[in-house]
């Protein structure tokens, strides 16, 4: 499908192949599930050994999967723009794989503290114990006074997940290469359709299918993709090493849910921006963090760099910690939870604590509420965020 819109691809890549004797085929391809694989002869065996031992995608046990999992990777490749990936059961654990693939003990790496906050706690529970040394910084930090000469990594996620922090990818990369740096990147929010940072400089691009890959609440699921030949190769053992698998049917769900990306997505941003502008006509709002808002600090390098946006935002609130409380509790359309990404419309409010560690917060009293603006009617969500305004200051 060489230079076909992306929309196309996604609605005909891991097809279902027709039958050699019938020529029928489903249209989707079927959760081909496996814990065995079995060989014709031996030299068929020894075939596969020796493709998988060069880096190849060699099917020679059920756990890397079959033809489910080679199709959902080809479809990450296909929207990140990547040559090679590897599948995680989870967002972290596809974090986790980069961090150990590319950083041994005693290595150094530096983090955007705007990073997915779980990373913090793979950081305390498991790098340090590994002798991995971790150095978190801001946007606005003089990264050559950071580096060191045992600094292997440039871990970023851009945007942010809690503040939607846009970082200038391809002034990270342009340092990451003048330092001999791998440079990876959180790819959730952008999930390849609406962001391709690989494009722009970086080698490893980290995805939670469970987000909008996925569009339906119903898996769990994380991605490595990268277009470095060497990178893949210790992403290629790690993996393995790891044990990592996912099933065959979160697979085919994460298939089924991609066809419909491209319009959600767009569905999601409409909603979000609608939102945006009610939230702006409120005496309650501090700041909108939203990239694709105008009125966002990253709002320029947004357009410079990403192909649209998402339900994605945050909003500062003039309200006391007790509103915030009684205005989240008091939405009935929202509901409560860590996720996003999904049909739905979320509501997160974000404890003091962890807005301490993102320094493009800043300092003040004020609460903020993260929002995933789902495929709700927006006049409704917005219905429902200004009678809970309303209502919590009662």
């Known amino acids: 499908m060489h230079n076909k819109h992306i929309d196309t691809v996604l609605q005909h890549a891991g097809t279902a192949p027709f039958d050699p004797e019938n020529g029928a085929?489903?249209?989707?391809?079927?959760?081909?599930r496996a814990s065995t694989v079995r060989f014709r002869d031996l030299a068929s065996l020894e075939a596969a050994q020796r493709r998988k031992a060069a880096g190849e995608r060699a099917i020679t046990y059920g756990r890397m999967g079959m033809d489910t999992h080679?199709?959902?990777e080809d479809v990450f490749k296909q929207l990140e723009g990547g040559t090679h990936c590897y599948?995680?059961?989870s967002g972290l654990s596809a974090m986790t794989m980069v961090m150990l693939a590319l950083c041994s003990a005693g290595d150094h790496?530096?983090?955007?503290d705007c990073v997915y906050g779980p990373m913090r706690e793979l950081d305390d529970a498991v790098l340090k114990r590994m002798n991995i040394e971790i150095s978190y910084f801001s946007a606005d930090d003089d990264l050559e006074a950071l580096v060191r000469p045992d600094t292997r990594l440039l871990y970023v996620e851009s945007p942010g997940s809690l503040l939607f922090e846009m970082l200038d990818m391809g002034a990270m990369a342009a340092f990451a290469q003048s330092h001999g740096l791998a440079l990876a990147t959180d790819n959730t929010w952008g999930s390849g359709y609406i962001y391709r940072p690989l494009s722009l400089g970086a080698q490893v691009s980290v995805i939670a299918g469970t987000k909008y890959v996925g569009g339906h609440s119903d898996l769990m699921l994380g991605a490595v993709v990268t277009n470095d030949a060497a990178?893949?190769?210790k992403l290629n053992r790690t993996q393995y090493a790891m044990g990592y698998a996912i099933s065959a049917d979160d697979a085919w769900l994460a298939l089924r849910g991609v066809r419909t990306m491209p319009i959600r997505m767009a569905q999601h941003a409409r909603h979000a921006l609608e939102v945006c502008k009610f939230l702006q006509s409120r005496p309650e709002t501090v700041r909108i963090f939203h990239p694709a808002w105008p009125a966002d600090p990253g709002h320029a390098l947004w357009q410079r760099d990403c192909l649209g946006s998402n339900g994605m935002l945050s909003v500062e609130l003039r309200l006391s910690p007790e509103q915030a409380r009684r205005f989240v509790d008091g939405l009935t359309l929202f509901g409560i939870g860590f996720s996003w990404g999904g049909y739905e419309s979320l509501v997160q409010l974000v404890s003091p604590k962890d807005l301490a560690k993102h320094r493009y917060w800043g300092e003040g009293d004020n609460a903020l509420v993260r929002l995933h603006i789902g495929l709700e009617s927006p006049d409704d969500l917005i219905e429902d965020l200004g009678r809970a305004l309303d209502e919590a200051q009662r």
């Open 87 to 89: 599948l995680a059961p």
């Open 109 to 112: 790496a530096l983090i955007s």
């Open 70 to 72: 080679a199709a959902l």
């Open 231 to 233: 990178i893949a190769r």
């Open 25 to 32: 085929a489903p249209v989707p391809l079927p959760s081909m």
